[in-house]
């Protein structure tokens, strides 16, 4: 269920796609201009207090994905939580759990994808951790 949430700016063309029920938005949340959201209905969302993603982001979340308080993403950032594989000749998706913790920094340019738990800092493409504070 998509829970409504407190004080959230969305910036001008942000693309917001939700048509799943597995969605949760917490307060004090932007999205800055350009930002595209995509959760299809097999997709969990879950999004912290607190929360900035930067402008020209992309969040495609066709697994879990968790983002935690106080988490800031800087411009141009991709997470990516599902990806095309072949199984018996066949195409299908293979999808992932992705975890933001709190407090984390996700540098501008970095791309995210797979089972990962990204801890306080992150950067590059694909990303690293910068370090834990």
């Not at 141009?76 to 594989?85: G, H, L, M, T």
Request: proline letters at 5%; charged letters at 20%; hydrophobic letters at 35%.
């Amino acid at each position: 269920m998509i829970t409504p949430p407190v004080s959230t700016r969305i910036g001008d063309r942000t693309d917001l796609r939700f048509f799943s029920q597995n969605i949760s938005l917490g307060d004090n949340i932007s999205f800055d201009s350009d930002v595209r959201i995509v959760v299809p209905a097999s997709g969990h969302l879950s999004i912290g207090n607190n929360v900035k993603i930067g402008k020209g982001s992309v969040l495609n979340c066709g697994g879990r994905v968790f983002i935690g308080n106080d988490v800031s993403f800087y411009g141009y950032c991709y997470v990516q939580s599902s990806r095309w594989i072949w199984v018996d000749a066949k195409k299908t998706y293979e999808f992932f759990d992705l975890t933001i913790e709190d407090f984390s920094v996700i540098a501008p340019h970095t791309s995210i994808s797979g089972n990962v738990t990204v801890p306080r800092g992150y950067r590059g493409q694909p990303g690293e951790v910068l370090g834990e504070w």
